[in-house]
Nanobody
């Protein structure tokens, strides 16, 4: 059974950092592009970042560009989202999702993805 499990969320002060992980099981990760999304209370889910199947290409939302870095270790079946300089507006549930297509143009669009994790909460507050 294909499964994505996020971890690494938590409470962090403004300016702090977190590393989110997305662990895949039940499938070969290198055959799937991975996206990160987030949903804040009362808001729609938004695309945050995308990484190609082999990790050579990435894409970011303007709101996180320069602060977040996506990477992947296919040997460990894990994708990471390094979130630095976190601000209160980054507070949200963060999700990873998998797509079998390597299309960066659509990487921040929900409809591009087939499988989703259950999410991990990130709270940025002093």
């Amino acid at each position: 059974q294909l499964q994505l499990v996020e971890s690494g969320g938590g409470l962090v002060q403004p300016g702090g950092s977190l590393t989110l992980s997305c662990a895949a099981s039940g499938f070969t990760l290198e055959t799937w592009a991975i996206g990160w999304f987030r949903q804040a209370p009362g808001k729609e889910r938004e695309g945050v970042s995308w990484v190609s199947k082999r990790g050579g290409r990435t894409n970011y939302a303007d709101s996180v560009k320069g602060r977040f870095t996506v990477s992947r270790d296919n040997a460990k079946s894990t994708v990471y989202l390094q979130a630095d300089s976190l601000q209160p507006e980054d507070t949200a549930v963060y999700y990873c999702a998998a797509s079998d297509r390597d299309l960066p143009l659509f990487g921040l669009s929900e409809g591009y993805y087939t499988y989703w994790g259950q999410g991990t909460q990130v709270t940025v507050s002093s």
